[in-house]
Nanobody, 128 residues
Framework: QLRVVESGGGLVQPGGSLKLSCAAS????????VRWFRQAPGKEREGVSC????????EYADSVKDRFIIFRDNDKNMVYMQMNSLKPEDTAVYYC?????????????????????WGQGAQVTVSS
């Protein structure tokens, strides 16, 4: 079955860390731009981070810059997002999405492109 699956969510105290994983199954992520999104209750989905197919370009939403790190291991067919200094406002369901559409220009912050694969989501709750 061709899909991406997130894992690594959970409950963490403010200031803590979590690492989300996005695993591709049945296909190679090598040629895909991968983006992480999140959706909090009652809010619209927002782009959080992105990484180009080679890993040479990474970008972040202003709300997570300097706290989250996206990286990939194409040998393992995985993309990760290390989340540090978590805040209660980071509480959301996090989704990874893979798109084979090429980047237009140097930025990967092209959130509204067509995606080939979406994960089912991983809940992240930041609370004391």
């Amino acid at each position: 079955q061709l899909r991406v699956v997130e894992s690594g969510g959970g409950l963490v105290q403010p200031g803590g860390s979590l690492k989300l994983s996005c695993a591709a199954s049945g296909f190679s992520l090598d040629y895909y731009v991968v983006r992480w999104f999140r959706q909090a209750p009652g809010k619209e989905r927002e782009g959080v981070s992105c990484i180009s197919s080679t890993g040479g370009t990474t970008e972040y939403a202003d709300s997570v810059k300097d706290r989250f790190i996206i990286f990939r291991d194409n040998d393992k067919n995985m993309v990760y997002m290390q989340m540090n200094s978590l805040k209660p406002e980071d509480t959301a369901v996090y989704y990874c999405a893979a798109s084979r559409r090429p980047l237009i220009g140097p930025s990967c912050r092209q959130w509204n492109v067509a995606y080939d694969y979406w994960g089912q989501g991983a809940q992240v709750t930041v609370s004391s």
